[in-house]
């Protein structure tokens, strides 16, 4: 851990250990929890979602899949994935063997590369389309990268349409605010939300420097006082409501994502390249289908 601020160890146990939980992985991605005591788990480079037992570490296929990313559960603990090569938002069946296509396209053009999803405090479905997973020699039909919104309708609706590279996104905990990242800017944006599923008032809320190596911003999640645990350089970032970065919790391996999870949702799952990671924290994590 790299603490910059005491508040930190008021969020991040100070005998806290971070514990590998499964490795031998392509990539990770895109880690959810189910009260059974596994992840679900994406695997871009092997093009697979894994149930990842959390006790015993072993993994077992569910499906195989073009380049899965990101996931979340919808309203009813339905799996959705962000499926890079099918450029498509899906649902998966309850036993995840097969699925069903949520949104692909916007007004009649096929979407990039849906890349992360969150559910949103007003039952709709709320993703980023980047272009950096699009399938090689495929054209980009929407002229932009954007956020979007998937109203309970089954509507689709674009609402950011100005970011670079738009990646992770999580809602605040009162439902107040959207936060998204942008992988190219470095940088992490945050607009007012409104009960008619619309944004206000962008402007950026924290920065995320690093080398041509490092990792940039990427999968995000928020805890019930408003902190928000962002993938950035070297390890997951820690900034407070008031957009303080107090500190990084430093992996081995570069992470993508992260999730809660265990009994009090206060354990952070990390996705990092090969490998699954956990560590305790003091918090307890902002859940949106519970």
Not at 27 to 54: A, C, M, Q, R
Not at 154 to 178: C, H, I, M, W, Y
Not at 204 to 217: A, K, Q, R, T, W
Request: with cysteine; glycine share 12%; proline share 6%.
């Amino acid at each position: 851990m790299k603490a910059l601020s005491p508040s930190f160890w008021n969020v991040i146990r100070r005998d806290a250990k971070l514990t590998q939980v499964a490795s031998g992985f392509g990539f990770t991605e895109g880690p959810i929890w189910d009260e059974s005591g596994y992840l679900w788990v994406s695997d871009e480079t092997l093009n697979k979602i894994y149930k990842v037992d959390v006790a015993t570490g072993q993994k077992q296929v569910v499906i195989a899949l073009g380049d899965p990313d990101g996931n979340t559960y919808d309203r009813n603990q339905r799996v959705l994935d962000c499926a890079s090569v099918l450029r498509a938002v899906i649902r998966l069946s309850p036993d995840g063997s097969h699925y069903t296509i949520v949104a692909d396209r916007f007004q009649g053009k096929r979407l990039n590369s849906p890349n992360d999803v969150v559910l949103g405090p007003d039952g709709g479905i709320y993703f980023t389309d980047p272009t950096s997973d699009l399938p090689k020699g495929q054209k980009q039909e929407i002229p932009f990268k954007g956020v979007y919104r998937i109203a309970r309708d089954g509507q689709t609706q674009v609402l950011v349409r100005d970011l670079k590279e738009p990646n992770g996104l999580a809602f605040s905990p009162d439902g107040k605010r959207l936060y998204v990242d942008d992988s190219t800017e470095r940088n992490i944006w945050v607009y007012d939300f409104h009960s008619d599923g619309t944004l206000t008032g962008g402007r950026v809320f924290g920065l995320e420097p690093g080398g041509s190596e490092d990792g940039v911003p990427d999968g995000m999640k928020v805890d019930m006082h408003g902190n928000l645990y962002v993938v950035g350089p070297r390890g997951i970032w820690v900034w407070t409501a008031k957009g303080q970065h107090i500190g990084t919790i430093v992996l081995p391996e570069q992470p993508a994502n992260l999730t809660w999870g265990d009994r009090d949702y206060s354990t952070l799952y990390i996705t990092a390249e090969t490998s699954v990671y956990k560590i305790r924290t003091k918090e307890r994590g902002y859940v949106p289908w519970l």
